[in-house]
C-alpha cells in the first residue's frame, strides 16, 4: 500500500509539474514522466501487457510526436509566457471550488457502487482475450490506424500546396 | 472481503484528481500543444480507471484489451492532432487558439 502511495504521490505531481511548467519542452518531457509512472501502476495493478504498450507507445511515441512539434513550431515569446502564468491562475480561480462543490454533491447523493462482483469465469490470458473475444476491436484498430494515416498524408499533402 | 477492494478509494480519488490536472490544463490555456498534454491527461486517467476496475473485478485480460484499442486510439489521434497543430502554424504563424476564432465554413 505505502508503495502504490508513493507512485500515486509522485504522478500527481509529474502531472502538476507538466501543466505548471512555463517550458514546451519541460511539459512533453513531464508528459513522458507521468506516463511512465501510469506504466508502474498498471503493472503494480496486475496488467503488464497494457503497461508495457502504455510504456513503449505512450511515453515513447507520444512524447517524440510531441517534441517533434515543439521542435517544427517557433517557442513562445517571453512576453506571451508571461501572460499566460499571469493568467491562467486568474481566470480559473474558481475551479477548485467546483470540485469541492461537485465532491460534496456527489456525496450526497449517496450513490451505491457495488464493488464486490466476483469473476467465476474471468479470462486471464491477454492473448486469447484479444484475438479471440475482442476480433472486432482489432478490426477497428486497423481502421483508425489507416484513418490516421490517410489523414496525415492529406495535411502535409495540403501543406506542401501551400 | 475482496483484498483489491482496499486499492479502489485511494487509487479513485487520485484518478479524479489526474483527470481535473487534465481539465485545468486544457481550460487554462491558449497553447494548442499544451491543450493536447491536457487531453492526454484526462486519457491517462481513463486508462488507469480502466485498468483499476479490471484488477478489482478480476477481468484483467478484458481491460487490458481494452486498454491497448484505447493507446492505439490514443496515438492515432495525438498524431493527427498534431499534424493540424502543424497545419495551423504554417497558415497562422502563431500556436494561439485565439487566432484561430475566425474559420471559413
Not at chain 1, 127 to 134: A, E, T
Not at chain 2, 19 to 28: D, K, P, R
Request: with cysteine; aromatic share 8%; net charge positive.
Amino acid at each position: 500500500m505505502f508503495l502504490n502511495m508513493t507512485i500515486l504521490v509522485a504522478l500527481l505531481l509529474a502531472a502538476l509539474w507538466t501543466v505548471m511548467t512555463r517550458s514546451l519542452l519541460r511539459c512533453a518531457i513531464g508528459l513522458a514522466f507521468t506516463s511512465a509512472l501510469v506504466a508502474v501502476a498498471m503493472f503494480r495493478l496486475n496488467s503488464p501487457v497494457a503497461a508495457v504498450f502504455e510504456l513503449s507507445v505512450c511515453a515513447g511515441l507520444i512524447s517524440v510526436l510531441f517534441i517533434s512539434t515543439i521542435t517544427l513550431t517557433q517557442p513562445i515569446t517571453r512576453e506571451e509566457m508571461t501572460e499566460y502564468v499571469k493568467e491562467r491562475v486568474k481566470r480559473f480561480w474558481y475551479l477548485p471550488f467546483i470540485v469541492v462543490a461537485a465532491g460534496i454533491g456527489l456525496s450526497l447523493l449517496h450513490i451505491q457502487i457495488n464493488l464486490t462482483l466476483p469473476a467465476p469465469e474471468a479470462q486471464t490470458n491477454v492473448r486469447s482475450m484479444m484475438w479471440n473475444v475482442r476480433q472486432l476491436d482489432l478490426l477497428g484498430q486497423v481502421i483508425i490506424l489507416l484513418t490516421g494515416v490517410f489523414g496525415i498524408i492529406v495535411l502535409f499533402k495540403e501543406a506542401e500546396k501551400k | 472481503m475482496n483484498p483489491a477492494l482496499n486499492l479502489f478509494w485511494p487509487f479513485s480519488i487520485f484518478i479524479i484528481v489526474l483527470f481535473v490536472i487534465g481539465l485545468y490544463c486544457m481550460l487554462a490555456t491558449f497553447n494548442l500543444i499544451r491543450a493536447l498534454v491536457g487531453l492526454e491527461l484526462i486519457v491517462k486517467a481513463v486508462t488507469l480507471l480502466l485498468v483499476l476496475a479490471g484488477y478489482i473485478n478480476g477481468h484483467t485480460a478484458l481491460t487490458q484489451a481494452l486498454v491497448i484499442t484505447l493507446i492505439v486510439v490514443e496515438v492515432v489521434l495525438i498524431a493527427v492532432a498534431v499534424g493540424v497543430v502543424i497545419a495551423i502554424y504554417a497558415h497562422n504563424n502563431s500556436l494561439d487558439a485565439r487566432q484561430i476564432r475566425r474559420l471559413k465554413g
